[in-house]
């Protein structure tokens, strides 16, 4: 089988083609190098680099594919608010290029990557696919616009299409070319600021008069080699046309100051930080209903906060 990973040269893109090729898949990499890195592609692979508002590049690089993973896309919740119509155009917009070429071309199974941001602030905790969806920004309402974009593709055209709903990504893979890890400029996250964290320039804490048990906000970490894993189970799991959406997280969470607890252990000495003004749009705690992935994909996550601070500690070098 011959995928097509769109966003390929990214972070959770590229640790996708790491894994998929290893596996003994087949794989073509789209990207537009906007965020990505085209030294994360492995030489080797077919990389066509290109636009989703470029619907011939599109068609290009889907030829010989069977299927697509679709990460490609704008991901960054306080620049969606600035330019929402870069989101519209770019996460919407391409996606709807996306699948209008993947019809001509009768590619009929989609993995696509959505977001927790398409819950909003959550009514009930742990949150499940059922819950009600409110963004509160337009990265979260451009993830919800395509899951609903894909729900009609799959009644009206017979696209077989799971969007997997991802809550906090961390961790690296190291490949036979070295760490994939982070590489975002500016850098928004919270373990690779952690980790960068120096006395002179200390890590923000962004709120500690957050209704949590120390004051910061919790959110749910999956290491990205487990999440990987479940969209190769979900890409399995493609059978007959329809749309499943799915959680991915570890079903708990963790507060700031047990991130920054756990990365101060791995390095072996207390991590400086400040506390801060809280940052605009944030809930104060996400943590994702898992049972349906583990239910109906037989995907369990299996590495650990430890781990994923320890990987991107590893991968930073
Ligand atoms: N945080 C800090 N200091 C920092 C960075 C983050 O205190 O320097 C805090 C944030 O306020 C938040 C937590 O750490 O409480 C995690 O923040 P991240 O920026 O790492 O991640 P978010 O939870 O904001 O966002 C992530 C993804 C989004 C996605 C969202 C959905 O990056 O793309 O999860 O839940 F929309």
Not at 142 to 153: F, Y
Not at 163 to 169: A, E, H, I, Q, T
Request: aromatic share 6%; charged share 20%; with cysteine.
């Amino acid at each position: 089988m011959r995928v097509l990973v769109t966003g390929g040269a990214g972070y959770i893109g590229s640790t996708a083609v790491d894994i998929l090729t290893t596996q003994g898949y087949e794989v073509s990499v789209f990207d537009d190098c906007s965020t990505g890195h085209g030294d994360n592609v492995p030489t080797g692979i077919t990389f066509i680099q290109g636009s989703l508002l470029n619907r011939s590049e599109i068609a290009q690089a889907l030829k010989g594919c069977d299927a697509v993973m679709h990460f490609a896309g704008k991901s960054l919740v306080g620049e969606s608010v600035e330019k929402p119509e870069l989101y519209w155009s770019v996460n919407v917009g391409g996606t709807r290029n996306l699948l209008d070429e993947m019809r001509v071309a009768r590619i009929s199974k989609l993995i696509f990557s959505s977001s927790a941001a398409t819950y909003g602030e959550p009514e009930v905790l742990p949150i499940l696919e059922s819950a009600s969806n409110k963004p509160t920004n337009a990265y979260g309402a451009t993830k919800l616009a395509v899951d609903a974009m894909i729900t009609d593709e799959a009644r009206g055209h017979g696209l077989s299409a799971a969007s997997l709903r991802y809550f906090n990504v961390a961790g690296a893979l190291k490949s036979t070319r070295g760490w994939l890890t982070e590489r975002h400029n500016p850098e928004t996250h919270l373990i690779p600021n952690v980790l960068r964290s120096t006395p002179a320039n200390p890590v923000k804490i962004f709120g500690s008069d957050w209704p949590t048990k120390d004051g910061t906000c919790i959110r749910d970490y999956v290491h990205v080699v487990d999440l990987i894993d479940a969209h190769i189970k979900a890409l399995n799991s493609l059978s007959k046309p329809g749309h499943e959406i799915f959680n991915l997280g570890s079903g708990g969470g963790y507060s700031v100051r047990e991130v920054i607890a756990a990365a101060s252990d791995a390095i072996g000495s207390q991590i400086p930080f400040i506390d801060s003004p809280r940052r605009a749009g944030d809930p104060a705690v996400l943590i994702a209903d898992i049972s349906k992935a583990k239910r109906v994909l037989g995907w369990e996550p299996t590495r650990n906060l430890e781990a994923m601070v320890s990987d991107t500690l590893a991968s930073f070098g």
